[in-house]
């Protein structure tokens, strides 16, 4: 099993700069992608960042050249650093992972809010 809990959500100004944090806990040396995804009310949950265990990462044509996605082992912890902030930004932001086998995991959700 692995336990994830994000932190790091909050209200911003446009242009103002988040940073999202997914700790994992428990089997973490089976967790093959780690992601951020984001669902504003209405809308279908999308994905946002990537990050594989080889370290490539996958950004959303969105956020491209805003938003960095990285990852410390040592802590097994996954940051979204969130810069240029938009207020079509705004959004619950869900940690994801996937572990050998199939196996996937959410974290509880972190709100992002941008706005004036």
């Known amino acids: 099993q692995v336990q994830l809990v994000e932190s790091g959500g909050g209200l911003v100004q446009p242009g103002g700069s988040l940073r999202l944090s997914c700790a994992a806990s428990?089997?973490?040396?089976?967790?093959?992608?780690t992601g951020w995804y984001r669902q504003a009310a209405g809308n279908q949950r999308e994905m946002v960042a990537t990050?594989?265990?080889?370290?490539?990462?996958d950004y959303a044509d969105s956020v491209k050249g805003r938003f960095t996605i990285s990852r410390d082992n040592a802590k097994s912890t996954v940051y979204l650093q969130m810069n240029s902030l938009k207020p079509e930004d705004t959004a619950v932001y869900y940690c994801?992972?996937?572990?050998?086998?199939?196996?996937?995991?959410w974290g509880q959700g972190t709100q992002v809010t941008v706005s004036s």
């Open positions: 428990g089997v973490v040396s089976t967790i093959y992608t």
């Open positions: 990050i594989i265990r080889g370290g490539k990462t």
């Open positions: 994801k992972v996937d572990r050998v086998l199939g196996y996937v995991h």
